[in-house]
Nanobody
Framework: QVQLVESGGGLVPPGGSLRLSCTTS???????MGWYRQAPGKQRELVAS???????YYTTSVRGRFTISRDNAKNLVYLQMNSLGPEDTAAYFC?????????WGQGTQVTVSS
């Protein structure tokens, strides 16, 4: 079983920043990773992903504001979130997929409010 744990969420004012972290129980070397989010009443959506080679993808609504990165030596994936707005309020989930299946963390709540 692969275990993932997200951290770093919280309450932040509009325009503020947060950095989310995802720790994994297995090596993420040669593994693609992603951050998803789910707001109340909405489907879970892919926010950002990073391939084993370091190529990144961002959904259009966060492009230019969020940055995904990875530290393979520490089995860590980060999501730096800047210029946050109320539309970014959601539970954020780390995702890992390997030959055994898809794995998710428990989520960390991000609330953007004044």
């Amino acid at each position: 079983q692969v275990q993932l744990v997200e951290s770093g969420g919280g309450l932040v004012p509009p325009g503020g920043s947060l950095r989310l972290s995802c720790t994994t129980s297995r090596s993420i070397f040669r593994i693609n990773m992603g951050w998803y989010r789910q707001a109340p009443g909405k489907q879970r959506e892919l926010v950002a992903s990073i391939t084993s080679g370091g190529s990144t993808y961002y959904t259009t609504s966060v492009r230019g504001r969020f940055t995904i990165s990875r530290d393979n030596a520490k089995n860590l994936v980060y999501l730096q979130m800047n210029s946050l707005g109320p539309e970014d309020t959601a539970a954020y989930f780390c995702n890992l997929g390997d030959e055994t299946g898809q794995y998710w963390g428990q989520g960390t709540q991000v609330t953007v409010s004044s």
